[in-house]
């Protein structure tokens, strides 16, 4: 689609703002422009036997819709999609998900049933929702085999993997650096898709330092320095010496490791005490690393992200039903970025990652 067909100043039942530029839609939201065509990639659907896993972190007494919205597709999702420009969601299932289950052959199950499921959704509309892969990381042998079957059979761009995995006790935390998860990894550079790195809460049994505040605890705080860590702990242990080509992302414009990268850098360098990586954490977030914007809709937080990683680093996504469609799209739409910026942010670095036309 050429630019100038994915940018035109929007046109809705608004009125205009006397000496502005700009537009008020129907629900009173200032509306400057509108992008067509956006694509969109940390996107969740629950499972009826999910749901309970994200139950808590609704609005009180919206429990109810946001099941509804995690459990449908065509409907509420699609809708707000038209509604709000995106082309294209790449779509997930609710974290904690796959990784929270204890036994592993459960775990092998819920992958393969919620990779079935999302692949049907998938073939229903086609030209709107794509899947990124559920993973039983509980056994990395059965994770290779599971993302295989979803890029070969079901077509799915990628997986998305919620954290850490329990495995057999619930006190077990098992990340992804470990030297039982090379051949994994190696599986996922050699198939050339991404790996989304999505938050889950520390458990309470390792969440000390938020007692007595549990606010922090969840997306506010806990999810971004929980994931924040487990990235650090992949490019600190050499697994991009190891896989120079393999492509992970992380939400959130980055969990807040490109605020902090300077100074990682900075410290690593005075004392390295005998860090594996051969480089410095920069090399891997310019070179290994991408970011989307989901849930973190402001400016700033957005123009250091472009000034650290790369724009050609940078998607665009909502985190939808977490996050409202429209705060993130509005935003985008509207934000201080060129046009073709936000094209290169909102679509075309979408379309080379997953080679979509
Ligand atoms: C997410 O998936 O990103 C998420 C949750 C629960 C609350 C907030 C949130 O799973 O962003
Ligand atoms: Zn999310």
């Known amino acids: 689609m050429p630019i100038h067909h994915i940018l035109r100043i929007l046109l809705v039942d608004g009125v ?9 839609d129907q629900t009173g939201r200032m509306r400057k422009f509108t992008m067509q065509g956006k694509i969109t990639l940390e996107e969740h659907f629950a499972l009826e036997g999910t749901f309970a896993n994200t139950s808590r972190f609704s609005v009180p007494g919206m429990a109810e819709d946001l099941q509804a919205r995690l459990t449908d597709f065509e409907n509420i999702r699609l ?3 038209d509604e709000f420009d995106i082309e294209l969601a790449i779509q997930s299932l609710n974290a ?25 959704q998938c073939a229903r509309r086609p030209d709107r929702f794509a899947g990124f892969a559920a993973l039983p990381m509980q056994d990395p042998e059965a994770a290779v085999e599971e993302l295989t079957r979803c890029i070969r059979d079901l077509g ?16 077990t935390v098992i990340y992804f650096d470990g030297p039982e998860y090379r051949p994994f990894w190696a599986a996922v550079e050699a198939l050339n898709v991404p790996f989304y ?20 605890t969840n997306s506010a705080w806990a999810f971004a320095m929980e994931t924040a860590m487990h990235a650090l702990r992949l490019m600190g242990s050499g697994l991009f010496d190891d896989f120079p080509k393999l492509q992970i992302i992380l939400g959130h414009l980055g969990e807040r490791i490109p605020f902090d ?8 360098k005075k004392s390295p005490q005998g860090i594996p990586a051969k480089e410095p954490m920069r090399y891997y977030m310019q070179n290994n690393v991408h970011l989307t914007t989901s849930g973190n809709f402001h400016d700033p937080t957005l123009n250091l992200s ?4 790369g724009l050609e680093r940078i998607m665009f996504s909502v985190d939808y039903p977490f996050e409202t469609t429209e705060d993130a799209a509005v935003w985008f739409d509207n934000c201080e970025l060129s046009s073709a910026d936000k ?12 080679g979509l036309d």
């Open 96 to 120: 904690p998900g796959v990784q929270a289950v204890l036994e592993t052959p459960e775990a092998i199950d819920l992958a393969q049933r919620s990779n079935d499921y999302l692949a049907e």
């Open 261 to 268: 990268l300077w100074r990682l850098d900075h410290r690593l």
């Open 197 to 216: 790195l999505h938050p889950r809460n520390p458990l309470p049994s390792r969440s000390q330092y938020f007692e007595g505040h549990p606010w922090f």
């Open 16 to 24: 205009d703002v006397p000496g502005a530029d700009a537009m008020v």
């Open 343 to 354: 094209v290169t942010i909102g679509r075309t670095n979408a379309q080379k990652m997953f």
């Open 156 to 171: 799915f761009k990628g997986a998305l993997v919620n954290g850490f995995t329990q495995k057999d006790t619930p006190e």
């Open 306 to 309: 472009i000034t650290e990683m």
């Open 79 to 81: 809708k707000e999609m």
